[in-house]
């Protein structure tokens, strides 16, 4: 496994002797005995020549990664075979599920995505490689990230005026559609209200000429995939907590006429028995709120009123609900009186 080069030292008491000065390993092959490596090189030479065969954009990666490589062994051969088929197919016509490659299912990628991820940019022709990219800026699972379809999200929402013609069966007041469909059936209204409590949805007033969308994870994305709602009085309102105003300043960053209701101070102040406390705060600027808005969402978060303050949306007076859409129905009802403090 290896030589031995030895050198004479000369003692007083000992005389001259002979010892070892230095141990030359001459061969790669002596090397890998001496370290007890020799059966993972095997494996890795193996493991190269058949990633030089099938996907030889990849083999730079192994030589500079063995350990990786190595460690995924009993299953590089089906790690190539799902980039192959990714990189020889057209994704953005079907689904991960519908991959089909001998031994891989969703459940192989799972577990592999983290080095999937990693392979596949290098082995996608260019015109994949930039659908990758443009992909990547605005999905962040695996299958949207390389093109495949991926789980289309859906809008539930009211009709809030019975007399309204629309599309719908004439039974029919509450409906959830695939957000990407509902884009493509433009309602007869003028307003469309966005709350995030299912109650307050359920409860919701009957409103001429309007609609009421359940908005519990309704990211702003999802809003701005439907066409039609820029030209509707969009109206949200969310729970008065820092995440609340979080939430309207990134809608209103994509529907700048948005409006907001019951999300102001006098509104917190008359419901302070209700009050609970928010979690985790947020303190990050937010510069697409109105002057009121930005006040209330300054008291919050220089907690003025107490420590992570929050008020919930189905904590508020509903006799403040009706009120507050007197400019939409034209019946305003009369509320208890506000108490400031």
Known sequence: RFEIEHRHVRGRNLGSNRVPARIRVATFEQLCALLGTAGEVRDLDALLVETGRRVPALVPWVTGHPCDTLAHAPSWHRVLATVEWIAANDTT???????????????????????????????????????????????????????????????????????????????????????????????SVSTVFVVENEVTFLAFPAVPRAIVVFGSGFAS??????????????????????????????????????????MDRETLLAHRQHWTAEASPTRRPLTDLTDKEQSAFGDLVAERYGPGIRLEQERVRFSRVRDALAPWTGCPQPSAPTVLR
């Open 93 to 187: 016509t079907v689904y991960l599920r519908q991959m089909d490659v001998e031994g891989v299912d969703t459940k192989f990628v799972e577990r592999h995505q983290r080095l999937l991820s990693v392979l596949l940019p290098l082995a996608l022709p260019a015109a994949n490689a930039g659908l990758e990219t443009q992909k990547a800026e605005r999905a962040v699972d695996f299958a949207g990230r390389f093109g495949f379809l991926t789980k289309p999200s859906y809008t539930r929402f009211r009709q809030l005026d019975p007399t309204l013609p629309t599309p719908l069966p004439p039974a029919v007041t509450e409906v959830t559609l695939r957000t990407d469909e509902l884009a493509h059936l433009e309602l």
């Open 221 to 262: 994305s999802r809003l701005s995939e439907l066409p039609w709602v820029a030209d509707k009085d969009v109206v949200y309102w969310g729970d008065i907590d820092t995440h609340g105003f979080a939430i309207l300043n990134r809608l209103r960053g994509h529907l700048p006429c948005l409006r907001s209701i019951l």
